[in-house]
């Protein structure tokens, strides 16, 4: 194991000890609030962490609170989640200033900056009994981003995407997009489907992550 790799290590366990009030306040505070709002507000809080120090804290926070969040990978500045639901998997990269909900990343999936993944796109009904839309009973769908995935800056994400799959910038999706697809425009349309040896996973995992953050 290289030095560089040790280090990583014993930064991450470090922090895996240093946000442990963090982890109990929230799980205290969910008894008052509810665990869904609690956890939505120290998501917040740890979203506004800088620098190397915020992306190793923000990564123990979630290793400790969400359903799922892989040994390495990283979560950048201003990303938020809505629900502890979520399973992020090794090697994910989720960019700046990112929403999430009820989502599972897959193994080495790239969400660029500013992206959106809702818990899908029937939350709110269309036609709510009583007519009162905001306290309405909401539905939530899980999505998957799937293994090798690429999702574009400020993409808004509201169905599925399959295994090595690409979305554009911009790009609204509101179907599953098939494996091995790129996706582009409001609403996003399938412009083409790659080749089955497409593509280089090690070649585009390199190209976004770096390493400032916990990714070994």
Same mark, same amino acid.
């Given at each position: 194991?290289?030095?560089?790799?040790?280090?990583?290590?014993?930064?991450?366990?470090?922090?895996?000890?240093?946000?442990?009030?963090?982890?109990?306040?929230?799980?205290?505070?969910?008894?008052?609030?509810?665990?869904?709002?609690?956890?939505?507000?120290?998501?917040?809080?740890?979203?506004?962490?800088?620098?190397?120090?915020?992306?190793?804290?923000?990564?123990?926070?979630?290793?400790?609170?969400?359903?799922?969040?892989?040994?390495?990978?990283?979560?950048?500045?201003?990303?938020?989640?809505?629900?502890?639901?979520?399973?992020?998997?090794?090697?994910?990269?989720?960019?700046?200033?990112?929403?999430?909900?009820?989502?599972?990343?897959?193994?080495?999936?790239?969400?660029?900056? $500013?992206?959106?993944?809702?818990?899908?796109?029937?939350?709110?009904?269309?036609?709510?009994?009583?007519?009162?839309?905001?306290?309405?009973?909401?539905?939530?769908?899980?999505?998957?981003?799937?293994?090798?995935?690429?999702?574009?800056?400020?993409?808004?994400?509201?169905?599925?995407? $399959?295994?090595?799959?690409?979305?554009?910038?911009?790009?609204?999706?509101?179907?599953?997009?098939?494996?091995?697809?790129?996706?582009?425009?409001?609403?996003?349309?399938?412009?083409?489907?790659?080749?089955?040896?497409?593509?280089?996973?090690?070649?585009?995992?390199?190209?976004?992550?770096?390493?400032?953050?916990?990714?070994?």
């Amino acid at each position: 194991m290289s030095a560089a790799r040790l280090c990583k290590r014993l930064l991450r366990g470090v922090a895996c000890i240093a946000v442990t009030p963090c982890v109990a306040a929230c799980r205290l505070s969910g008894l008052f609030l509810g665990r869904q709002r609690a956890f939505a507000g120290w998501s917040q809080l740890f979203a506004l962490l800088p620098g190397v120090c915020g992306c190793y804290l923000r990564w123990a926070f979630y290793r400790w609170t969400l359903a799922r969040c892989g040994r390495d990978g990283e979560i950048g500045f201003g990303t938020i989640f809505s629900r502890d639901t979520a399973e992020i998997e090794d090697g994910a990269y989720i960019g700046a200033y990112c929403v999430l909900g009820d989502v599972i990343v897959r193994r080495n999936a790239l969400i660029a900056s $500013g992206v959106s993944i809702p818990s899908g796109r029937r939350q709110h009904p269309l036609d709510p009994a009583g007519g009162d839309r905001k306290h309405a009973d909401q539905v939530h769908e899980r999505i998957v981003i799937g293994e090798n995935a690429w999702i574009g800056e400020r993409a808004v994400v509201m169905a599925s995407v $399959g295994k090595d799959g690409v979305i554009g910038a911009g790009a609204v999706v509101v179907e599953p997009i098939p494996e091995k697809s790129v996706a582009v425009g409001v609403p996003a349309r399938v412009i083409r489907t790659a080749p089955q040896d497409w593509p280089p996973e090690a070649d585009r995992a390199d190209s976004v992550r770096g390493d400032a953050g916990p990714d070994a």
